[in-house]
């Protein structure tokens, strides 16, 4: 069974960091791209980052780039996004997301981790 | 890169149909053919169920359908049931390398 399990998440103050963890099972980790999808409270998804199988190829959302970094560890079965110099519009649950295949869809997702910034 | 626009809400019966449209632009929903639907329930992940415009991943009822014409794609339902009531966001790849989500259609079986 495919399982996707986000940890990391809590309350951080403006201008702080936390970094988000994804562990995976039930597959080959090193055999997908993955990705980090956000979700305010009460509002719509945002997709944030993606990275491939292998993690040469990165992208992110132009609301994140410069502040957040994703990367893998597939012999861990792990993905990971450190994210810096938080901001208040970054408060929202984050989900780790399997991809079919980079822009085709997002198959598996993880149950989400809350991130909170306030001061 | 805006946000796809989808209807706020719409509604139906039991056993009817209803249509959810996502408009985007040449960069993105018209320029490829990698839309694809999410259900969402109160408090749960979302749970894919339309890939690359008209593909239903397994475990998919046949009652849910996608298509795409131009610059919109739609996600029908034939047959509401009202275990289908919930949140339903539509997304495109674009010509940025990125991935844009609709803004959420509700959707409530009356």
């Known amino acids: 069974e495919v399982q996707l399990v986000e940890s990391g998440g809590g309350l951080v103050q403006p201008g702080g960091s936390l970094r988000l963890s994804c562990a995976t099972s039930?597959?080959?980790?090193?055999?997908?791209?993955m990705n980090w999808v956000r979700q305010p409270p009460g509002k719509g998804l945002e997709w944030v980052s993606h990275?491939?199988?292998?993690?040469?190829?990165?992208y992110y959302a132009d609301s994140v780039q410069g502040r957040f970094t994703i990367s893998r560890d597939n012999a861990k079965n792990s993905l990971y996004l450190q994210m810096n110099s938080l901001r208040v519009e970054d408060t929202a649950v984050y989900y780790c997301a399997r991809d079919l295949g980079w822009g085709s869809g997002f198959d598996y997702w993880g149950q989400g981790t809350l991130v909170s910034v306030s001061s | 890169q805006s946000a796809l626009t989808q209807p706020a809400s719409v509604s139906g019966s039991p056993g009817q149909s209803i249509t959810i449209s996502c408009t985007g632009t040449s960069s993105d929903v018209g320029g490829y053919n990698y839309v694809s639907w999410y259900q969402q329930h109160p408090g749960k992940a979302p749970k894919l169920m339309i890939y690359?415009?008209?593909n239903r991943p397994s475990g998919v009822p046949d009652l849910f359908s996608g298509s795409k014409s131009g610059n919109t794609a739609s996600l029908t339902i034939s047959g509401l049931q009202a275990e289908d009531e919930a949140d339903y966001y539509c997304?495109?790849?674009?010509?940025?390398?990125?991935?844009?989500f609709g803004g959420g259609t509700k959707l409530t079986v009356l």
């Open positions: 690359e415009v008209s």
């Open positions: 997304s495109s790849y674009t010509s940025s390398n990125t991935v844009v």
């Open positions: 039930g597959f080959t980790l090193g055999n997908y791209e």
């Open positions: 990275i491939s199988s292998s993690g040469s190829a990165i």
